[in-house]
T-cell receptor, first 117, second 111 residues
Framework: NAGVTQTPKFRILKIGQSMTLQCTQD?????MYWYRQDPGMGLKLIYY???????DKGEVPNGYNVSRSTTEDFPLRLELAAPSQTSVYFC????????????????FGSGTRLTVV | EDQVTQSPEALRLQEGESSSLNCSYT??????LFWYRQDPGKGPEFLFT???AGEEKEKERLKATLTKKESFLHITAPKPEDSATYLC????????????FGSGTKLNVKP
């Protein structure tokens, strides 16, 4: 099925370890995003990309890095994991802006549940 | 400060008991308001986009409306399969940083 695929689904990291969360989409969407979701909080934007080779910071970028070498892939890198990075991470994609310059609804992946201990 | 607030945090309904969820926002330059459904352990699923006050969108038992300060998601004669967390999000301006999600309303529909 077409959509956004995230791997892994679950991961436990020790403090100070690093890892990459993978995200790939097969809808030829230009725009891709990484969000984190903490209990009782709204989704917070970490990084986003408007096309291959172009990335920019969102609301909560500290401790993370991204790259976008292809339209399909948008991996999120965690360096020196900290307990504050325990969260559920969602990757999403969307087509370019539509009516009145408003973005289309996002297609989300199923998430990666990360625990840092 | 730009803000999106959803209420109630949780709502329990009997099957067939209609109700409404609220999403109030304080942002400058609203460009669009989005509703999503999120099932446990899954990513949000897009439902609607509303662009201007007075606009309405419908999908099965769901109807979304928009005013200048808030949006309502009306659920008519809900079924247990409508149980989920409903999220609203607001886009203010063209900057993707100006895209704010509310914390959601968890809906539980009992048979």
């Amino acid at each position: 099925n077409a959509g956004v695929t995230q791997t892994p689904k679950f991961r436990i990291l020790k403090i100070g370890q690093s890892m990459t969360l993978q995200c790939t989409q097969d809808m030829n969407h230009n725009y891709m995003y990484w969000y984190r979701q903490d209990p009782g909080m709204g989704l917070k934007l970490i990084y986003y990309s408007v096309g291959a080779g172009i990335t920019d910071k969102g609301e909560v970028p500290n401790g993370y890095n991204v790259s976008r070498s292809t339209t399909e892939d948008f991996p999120l890198r965690l360096e020196l994991a900290a307990p504050s990075q325990t969260s559920v991470y969602f990757c999403a994609s969307s087509a370019p802006e539509g009516r009145a310059g408003v973005g289309y609804g996002y297609t989300f992946g199923s998430g990666t549940r990360l625990t840092v201990v | 400060e730009d803000q999106v607030t959803q209420s109630p945090e949780a709502l329990r309904l009997q099957e067939g008991e209609s109700s409404s969820l609220n999403c109030s926002y304080t942002v400058s330059g609203l460009r669009g308001l989005f509703w999503y459904r999120q099932d446990p352990g899954k990513g949000p699923e897009f439902l609607f986009t509303l662009y201007s006050a007075g606009e309405e969108k419908e999908k099965e038992r769901l109807k979304a409306t928009l005013t200048k300060k808030e949006s309502f998601l009306h659920i008519t004669a809900p079924k247990p399969e409508d149980s989920a967390t409903y999220l609203c999000a607001v886009q203010a301006g063209n900057n993707f940083n100006k895209f704010y999600f509310g914390s959601g309303t968890k809906l539980n529909v009992k048979p």
